[in-house]
């Protein structure tokens, strides 16, 4: 993989490999893991459980890290919400079988396969990783979405940078730019226009190419209705207007 990217947060695995052979498509700029991957991530948001354990099954004929897909369940409890999620991941252990390395006892735990604990005590240390990753997926826009977050409610800066960013998006276990990928098309799915249009920017930010970005739409298309998109598709087209 090239290195490619800000090296902020979990940046650990560079860019993606692009597709350059005779009769590649636009989604040959993903790799077969990260394509599966975000097929995994457009299914959560609709929570279709015979399409999340092919999906499943799929993503592991492709050999994606099981941690990958632990790290992109815990994440997407902040994209679908509780709910999904938890559908997801009841189909997830019918497919993977049952969670290794858990702690006894006790609250916390970081889900197997050796995430990281939940059962920090150094809550600053949180908001620190949390203020650094939110602000390498939101570059210029970063101090505009504190303001717009403290205006709407005293608590979301710090839900959103502790609990969010700091706690779940910050984690080790996948990196940053397959995490923006991966919500881009958990996002266009829920058809959140305004959000896609925020990580849209930050995949951009965090190391995606353009051509990384259209083939995830690409990946994704089978999975939208015509409006959303046609609404994915303007909001990508505003992007690609935009200085960073």
């Known amino acids: 993989m090239r290195e490619r990217g800000s090296g902020t947060g979990n940046m650990g695995e560079g860019g993606l490999p692009r597709g350059d052979a005779p009769g590649s498509d636009e989604r040959d700029a993903l790799d077969p893991a990260t394509t599966a991957l975000v097929r995994v991530a457009a299914a959560l948001a609709e929570g279709k459980v015979a399409v999340l354990r092919d999906r499943f099954v799929a993503a592991r004929t492709a050999r994606v890290p099981d941690r990958w897909i632990e790290e992109l369940l815990l994440q997407s409890l902040l994209v679908v919400g509780y709910p999904l999620a938890l559908v997801a991941f009841g189909v997830w252990r019918e497919v993977s079988g049952p969670v290794s390395g858990r702690r006894g006892g ?30 390498a997926v939101y570059g210029r826009a970063y101090h505009k979405l504190l303001l717009n977050l403290r205006a709407l409610h005293p608590a979301l800066e710090d839900l959103v940078l502790v609990d969010a960013y700091g706690k779940v998006i910050g984690r080790p276990g996948l990196d940053l730019q397959r995490r923006e990928l991966c919500t881009v098309a958990a996002i266009a799915v829920l058809g959140a226009a305004q959000q896609l249009h925020s990580h849209l920017r930050g995949a951009l930010n965090t190391g995606a190419s353009r051509e990384e970005v259209e083939a995830v739409l690409a990946v994704i298309d089978g999975d939208l209705d015509s409006e959303r998109r046609r609404s994915a598709h303007e909001q990508w087209d505003d992007v690609k207007g935009r200085r960073l």
């Not at 600053?124 to 650094?132: D, E, F, V, Y």
């Open 106 to 135: 006790g609250r916390g735990g970081g889900g197997g396969g050796g995430g990281e604990e939940l059962a920090h005590e150094d809550w600053q240390a949180w908001a620190q990783r949390g203020s650094t990753v939110c602000a």
